[in-house]
């Protein structure tokens, strides 16, 4: 009797465990996206998720394909620079309430053609359920302003929530594009010019 007894739990607890927890949680995940193509300068992708158990953020950062990097055909990573963290729960709540929210909004067809500028992408995820943005080059003085005014919110955000200095550097080579006032000029001094330096095997003067 003690051994049916053993086998039956044992049947219970093997049974338990083939339940796949994802089938629970997935689709009450949530994935946002925002996709950064500066012409000049590297890529990045910045990924929030957020499950039933826990709220992430990782932002990477290409290595750029143009420019000296294609002339003297160096080999280059797939990644430039990579962080992730942790969100407290406000945390993901106070950024969705101040971006995720906003790119709630109906938009227009946009021309997605190439061209120098910044092109920013918002995707949202959520279960099967999925909405975006286009922006092609959002700028302080463009007379659609809603472009800028959403991305400048979440480029905040993000520097309040990494609180990293190369992402900060990189984040103001970003702001350049949307804000003439702001000039891009490389410094041996920044985290991310020194890191550039590594990467691409080249020197920079101040």
């Known amino acids: 009797m003690q051994k049916i007894s053993f086998t039956i739990l044992g049947l219970l607890i093997f049974s338990a465990c083939q339940q796949n ?34 709220q992430n953020i990782s932002f990477l950062i290409s290595p750029r394909v143009m420019g ?7 080999k280059i990573t797939d990644t430039f620079y990579h962080k992730s963290i942790l969100l407290s729960k406000s945390q993901y709540t106070i950024f969705d309430s101040l971006v995720i929210q906003k790119t709630k909004i109906k938009q227009p067809h946009q021309w997605t053609g190439c061209c120098d500028g910044m092109p920013v992408t918002f995707l949202l995820i959520k279960g099967t359920d999925s909405s975006g943005l286009f ?42 594009y949307m804000d003439n006032s702001k000039a891009h000029k490389p410094d041996p001094k920044r985290k991310i010019d020194q890191l550039r330096m590594r990467k691409y095997n080249v020197t920079i003067s101040q």
Do not use: H, M
Not at 39 to 52: H, N, Y
Not at 68 to 74: A, Q
């Open 68 to 74: 000296r990097d294609i002339i003297i055909g160096e």
């Open 135 to 176: 922006f092609r080059s959002p700028a302080v003085d463009n007379p659609d302003s809603s472009g800028y005014r959403i991305t400048k919110s979440a480029i905040d955000q993000f520097r309040v929530l990494f609180k990293d200095s190369l992402i900060t550097d990189y984040f103001y080579d970003i702001e350049s």
């Open 21 to 54: 927890p994802k089938n629970i949680t997935t689709k009450d995940q949530e994935i946002f996206k925002v996709f950064l193509n500066p012409s000049f300068d590297e890529r990045a992708e910045i990924a929030l998720s957020k499950t039933e158990n826990d």
